[in-house]
């Protein structure tokens, strides 16, 4: 069974940081697989914030770049997403994604999300 978990959110004054993990179990040959964080806040719809594919190229939303950072640790199945200088609009659940085809069979896992909110 695939499961996705998020751990790192929390309180943070504007301008402060936060880094998320994402650690994925039940997938084989994780090293392989494109990884993603979305967010969602209250009343918005969930949006696509930075993506990582296999080889470790990244990608970034703009209003994010520079200030967030996404990686991985193939060796600990785990996904990171580094926030610097956060802005209160920055507050929402931030959920990591995990998708792959197999002989056309389309396969997508979604974290619970862990919650960040920041304010003074």
């Known amino acids: 069974q695939v499961q996705l978990v998020e751990t790192g959110g929390g309180l943070v004054q504007p301008g402060g940081s936060l880094r998320l993990t994402c650690v994925v179990s039940g997938v084989s040959t994780f090293s392989n697989k494109p990884l993603a964080w979305y967010r969602q806040a209250p009343g918005h719809q969930r949006e696509w914030v930075a993506s990582?594919?296999?080889?470790?190229?990244?990608n970034v939303v703009d209003w994010a770049k520079g200030r967030f950072t996404i990686s991985r640790d193939n060796a600990k199945n785990s996904l990171y997403l580094q926030m610097d200088r956060l802005i209160p609009e920055d507050s929402a659940k931030y959920l990591c994604?995990?998708?792959?085809?197999?002989?056309?069979?389309?396969?997508?896992?979604w974290g619970l999300g862990t919650q960040v909110t920041v304010s003074s």
């Open positions: 994604n995990i998708k792959w085809s197999v002989f056309g069979h389309n396969y997508e896992h």
């Open positions: 990582i594919t296999s080889g470790g190229a990244t």
